[in-house]
């Protein structure tokens, strides 16, 4: 029974993350350092500091030869798995309520061109995605790997195209230099060396490209190392990658036989691996192809890996800093924290990354593993990083699991936090569920809870956050879809202001005008059962009283906005929101799909589904009709991944290619295959 939750928690649970600092990194002189001996400094009660090498390969051999038991450490020890972020920087025509700016800035560099971009967070910050432009270019990572097309007057000229051996997860554009990053997979080993040999792990990449001339990009750098890519941003040249690393190269035993002797002779003996082990099984290690030159080493100093006071795993989370105006990925700056998970929330001057607490669920029997979940937390993680190198701020912790990004939010010195007490995707029961907003400031390296407000959604999950400067909107769904209007102008007393509940939820809220909200996600009935994507126009602007104004739907559709805030663009007054179906004809039984891009104008008052673009197809498409129409039935080639508005032209963005459409009346211009 134990083992069997400890498989249900490492499949369910999708922790949040966190990351490092320098040895000397608190940048408030005033935070409290105590001396532990043998190297280790305790820094505001939240983290340790290692002042050499041999005391923090002590931490790692202290901590694993705790929880090391006889398949090695994968045996006990299940952080969960990590949720990778992944992650229309146009300046729209209207700013939302609160005054704040509408996520999203033109990208340095881009002259007067006209131009939608990639759906940020917070403005100024970019992050990284499959498509980019800079109005004049389009990159995309594609089936065969990046795929460059020059806008011309009346349509797209694909020019070059880079080959590659792995799939990049995403990019970042700065000027003339693409950044393409991802994991590189193995299919070797097991998680921490459950098999014998030793741990296979995967490794991330991240290639610099130089794209001055599009008909001719070029790799200049190659970087690789331990560990799974997790998220990144951009702000100027400064790109911020996050990355989680596993140890590697523990040659653990296993138990020879049945019974408890073998399993308890086998945990001695890897006890024995860890105690022999050195920081080359900690610390990820790196290769960096820069030209004709290859160098090698520790992606971390010693003294730049921090451990938080509550033990939060034996896994490393970095956070790497580049220039990508000086030597790009050949130097770096970097933080490093022993925990595991990752959620990654910036702005300019900030990054946050918040840790889920550790758990050995494989040692804790259902109903104790069903207190654990009840009690859960999650550690958040503040790090400066406006200067030349990231540094170590601040910690604290709010009950229960964060959604994702938009759960985290700063504005006007004080941190807000949403979360949920038991996420959708927990195997037991969510009768007790609840939400909270909690908000906090910084009080030396504590960041101090200073107001909090509870009790969303009792018995339903978070599906959406958003906050909008001094406003936040939370909203749940079980049956039907609350919408919650939290008033944080005082951030001590926050409480909710006005509550709407409508069937149906969103995934995916976005400011569209003074005092308008639009939702992404699915329409529903009362008692629960989902329709088919919805957009959903709300009136926010009395607090107290929020108010839907008008919807449009495409009946049993899903939309990838609803799990990828970056596949949405809004531009210009119109919301574009990809989506796919299946129809299936019990008389015939034949499938019929249908997929594109929603294109929705939002008025004041009302939205006016005025078209549905399809990049290559003219409607719904029978699976018994492929041959007559031309068009065989692929989404996974023909389905809208983004939508770019560049001037009066719309790019719908494929696998297999790019199609322009006129944005005045929607029609479609071509289709230029890759």
């Known amino acids: 029974m134990k083992r069997n939750l400890a498989l249900l928690a490492v499949m369910a649970i999708a922790v949040a993350a966190c990351t490092g600092s320098t040895a000397s990194s608190v940048s408030d002189s005033s935070v409290a350092r105590q001396s532990q001996g043998d190297g280790v400094v305790l820094v505001g009660g939240y983290f340790q500091e290692f002042s050499n090498c041999d005391a923090l390969l002590n931490y790692y051999i202290t901590k694993a030869s705790d929880i090391v038991g006889p398949y090695g450490l994968g045996g006990g020890y299940f952080g969960g798995p990590v949720m990778m972020e992944g992650d229309m920087a146009a300046r729209d025509s209207v700013a939302p309520a609160s005054g704040a700016p509408v996520p999203g800035a033109q990208p340095s560099g881009s002259g007067s061109t006209d131009f939608s971009n990639t759906n940020v967070q917070v ?29 011309t007057s009346d349509s797209v000229e694909v020019t070059d195209s880079l080959r590659l051996d792995w799939y990049p997860q995403s990019m970042l554009l700065h000027e003339d230099t693409l950044v393409l990053m991802g994991v590189v997979w193995s299919d070797t080993g097991y ?9 296979g792990g995967n490794t991330t990449r991240i290639v610099e490209v130089d794209v001055s001339d599009p008909a001719n990009v070029a790799v200049t750098r190659t970087l690789e190392f331990d560990g799974s890519y997790l998220s990144a941003r951009l702000v100027g040249s400064e790109l911020r990658v996050a990355i989680n690393s596993s140890p ?16 308890r002779d086998a945990t001695e003996a890897n006890i024995a691996v860890i105690k ?23 992606l971390l100093d010693c003294t730049s890996v921090m451990a938080p006071t509550t033990f939060s795993g034996i896994d490393t989370l970095s956070l790497l800093t580049f220039d990508l105006a000086g030597r790009g990925v050949a130097s770096w700056d970097s933080a490093g924290v022993v925990a595991s998970g990752a959620t990654m929330y910036a702005n300019e001057d900030r990054t946050y990354l918040a840790t889920a607490r550790w758990q050995d669920w494989g040692i804790l029997a259902e109903s104790d593993a069903i207190t654990a979940a009840d009690e859960f937390s999650t550690d958040i993680h503040m790090f400066d990083t406006s200067g030349s190198a990231p540094k170590y701020v601040g910690s604290g912790t709010v ?23 038991t996420p959708n995707w927990w195997g037991w029961s969510t009768a007790d569920s609840q939400s909270q907003v909690t908000v906090f400031a910084l009080t030396g390296a504590d960041l101090k809870q200073v107001g909090s407000v509870d009790g969303l959604g009792k018995s339903e999950q978070i599906q959406s956050v958003r906050f909008i400067g001094d406003t936040g909107y939370v909203v749940t769904f079980r049956q039907t879809d609350p919408l919650y209007v939290i008033n944080l102008s005082d951030p001590t007393q926050p409480l909710v202001a006005g509550e709407l509940k409508i069937p149906g939820y969103s995934a995916y809220l976005h400011p569209v ?18 329709q088919g994507t919805q957009m959903s126009l709300f009136d926010v602007s009395d607090p107290a009283n929020p108010t839907l104004l008008d919807t449009v739907m495409i009946e049993n559709a899903w939309s990838a906005v609803e799990g990828d805030h970056l596949a949405f663009t809004f531009t210009n007054g119109v919301a574009y929101a990809p989506f796919e179906s299946w129809l299936w004809d019990e008389k015939t039984s034949d499938q019929t799909y249908d997929g594109g891009v929603m294109a929705v104008v939002v008025n004041d008052n009302t939205l006016d589904l005025t078209s549905i673009l399809r990049p290559e197809a003219d409607g719904p498409i029978k699976w018994s009709d492929q041959d007559k129409v031309g068009m065989p039935i692929d989404p996974w080639m023909s389905g809208t991944r983004r939508t770019i508005r560049i001037e009066d032209r719309l790019y719908l963005v494929t696998n297999g290619g790019i199609a322009v459409f006129n944005v005045d ?5 071509g289709y230029t295959r890759f």
């Not at 590697?248 to 399993?263: H, Y």
């Not at 009346?665 to 211009?669: A, D, M, N, W, Y």
């Open 123 to 151: 403005t100024g910050v970019d992050e990284a995605d499959i498509v980019k432009t800079d109005g004049k270019r389009i990159f995309t990572i594609a089936d065969t790997g990046l795929q460059v097309a020059v806008v």
């Open 513 to 530: 005008g003074e005092g308008r909200l639009l939702g992404v996600g699915q329409a529903g009935t009362e008692d629960g059962q989902t």
């Open 665 to 669: 009346g929607f029609e479609r211009v």
């Open 276 to 298: 022999a082990s050195d920081l080359d099984n900690w610390l990820p290690y790196y290769v960096l192809k820069d030209g004709s030159t290859e160098t090698e080493g520790r």
């Open 399 to 421: 009950p229960g699991f964060l959604l994702n990004q938009f759960a985290m939010d700063e504005f006007d010195g004080h941190l807000r936090v949403a979360s949920t007490t």
């Open 191 to 199: 998680r921490y060396g459950i098999v014998p040999g030793g741990y």
């Open 248 to 263: 590697v190269g523990l040659a653990f035993e296993q138990p020879q036989g049945s019974g408890l002797r073998a399993e």
